[in-house]
């Protein structure tokens, strides 16, 4: 967003009763459980969430951060971060820093710490990542962290392949042992990866990437969660024209909300708005973070691209299991059977005209 916008952002949340600023230029599904209850902050809460490019709905689509209400909430989201590993380059054309660096940067003025980034890291990178990120709060002075569990039930593969979903389940495994042995702070798990594990209309085709809908739901989760956290009053009521709870209840327990669009004046667009560059210049285009296919798939191939379709068609109810990244005989017939209900030629080929029904780019070599 450009400064004139964030300013926006901030003055409307305000209003209702939170305030949203950003760092920089103006700027539990698979076995987790939640932590240990949370104590009330003896100071007036101030909320950092450090994130990547899941996260970074927040700040891309337009208007979504104005669902993160009740409590003065400081963004740093980046595209490609890692946790404590160099970052990758992102789509906004730099490479950020970390999560440990951006914890830092942002310096001792913070009571609560949200962890929402992970999904360009292995498992080993989070158990390595997760006492320093830490160890580094309680030294800043944070009174709690909040880490978010990964989706797992996706086919998005981080740059450098560094992340899958195989290594996401096994993160939420770390994410919630880790969180068990903390000591010196409250450390809290919150299951954004279960929460929205049945609202896949929520993402882009790669399940880790939030659609308008979903940023928007993802604000309100934060929302609701802090306040529960709180023992505050619920800052959103759960349905239209109702009164919101007091004190709210933790979203992890109650589920979703059943109607985001009713509460917020959500836009459902592809249009995401980015800073570009070091100097940030804001740039809206439609993009659905779709993955690209280099090649058609057939029998006999092996490959990263084999085991994004085989994650995929597992995903819309045609079973690959396990997922490989080889095209054997299994692949062949889930193939088949999505190309006889799409209409297609039943070859057991992911040809173009197939990996286009099931929702990905095609750009041959």
């Given at each position: 967003m450009m400064r004139s916008s964030f300013v926006a952002v901030a003055v409307a949340v305000a209003l209702l009763g939170g305030v949203v600023t950003a760092s920089g230029p103006l700027t539990l599904d698979d076995g987790a459980v939640a932590g240990a209850p949370a104590v009330r902050l003896s100071t007036?809460?101030?909320?950092?969430?450090?994130?990547?490019?899941?996260?970074?709905?927040?700040?891309?689509?337009?208007?979504?951060?104005?669902?993160l209400r009740g409590a003065?909430?400081?963004?740093?989201?980046?595209?490609?971060?890692?946790?404590?590993?160099?970052?990758?380059?992102?789509?906004?054309?730099?490479?950020?820093?970390?999560?440990?660096?951006?914890?830092?940067?942002?310096?001792?003025?913070?009571?609560?710490?949200?962890?929402?980034?992970?999904?360009?890291?292995?498992?080993?990178?989070?158990?390595?990542?997760?006492?320093?990120?830490?160890?580094a709060?309680?030294?800043?002075?944070y009174e709690r962290v909040i880490w978010l569990t990964l989706r797992s039930d996706v086919d998005y593969v981080s740059p450098s392949e560094t992340g899958n979903h195989l290594e996401f389940a096994a993160a939420n495994r770390v994410i919630a042992r880790r969180a068990a042995q903390?000591?010196?702070?409250?450390?809290?798990?919150a299951d954004w990866g279960a929460y929205s594990a049945d609202h896949h209309e929520w993402f882009t085709t790669d399940g880790v990437h939030h659609?308008?809908?979903?940023?928007?739901?993802?604000?309100?989760?934060?929302?609701?969660?802090?306040?529960?956290?709180?023992?505050?009053?619920?800052?959103?009521?759960?349905?239209?024209?109702?009164?919101?709870?007091?004190p709210c209840r933790n979203p992890d327990t109650t589920g979703p909300i059943a109607d985001i669009g009713g509460l917020y004046p959500l836009i459902d667009s592809d249009i995401l708005c980015y800073e570009i560059g070091p100097n940030r210049t804001t740039l809206c285009a439609s993009d659905t973070h779709v993955i690209a296919?280099?090649?058609?798939?057939?029998?006999?191939?092996?490959?990263?691209?084999?085991?994004?379709?085989q994650v995929r068609l597992s995903r819309i109810g045609y079973p690959v299991s396990p997922a490989s990244g080889e095209y054997l005989e299994q692949t062949q017939a889930a193939v088949a059977a999505f190309q006889s209900a799409k209409g297609l030629d039943g070859t057991g080929q992911a040809d173009r005209a197939t990996l286009v029904a099931l929702g990905f780019e095609v750009v041959l070599q």
């Open positions: 007036p809460e101030s909320v950092l969430v450090i994130g990547d490019s899941s996260a970074a709905s927040l700040r891309w689509v337009p208007g979504a951060a104005t669902a003065t909430i400081v963004l740093d989201l980046e595209s490609c971060r890692r946790l404590v590993d160099r970052s990758c380059r992102g789509r906004e054309g730099r490479t950020p820093p970390t999560a440990l660096e951006a914890l830092r940067d942002n310096g001792d003025v913070h009571t609560t710490l949200v962890v929402a980034t992970g999904y360009n890291d292995t498992a080993h990178a989070h158990e390595r990542a997760f006492p320093e990120i830490t160890d709060a309680i030294r800043l002075g903390a000591t010196g702070i409250d450390v809290i798990v659609r308008a809908q979903g940023a928007w739901a993802f604000a309100d989760y934060l929302s609701r969660l802090l306040a529960a956290l709180d023992g505050r009053a619920c800052p959103t009521p759960s349905a239209p024209f109702t009164i919101p709870e007091n296919m280099t090649r058609e798939l057939a029998y006999g191939d092996v490959g990263d691209d084999v085991e994004a379709l």
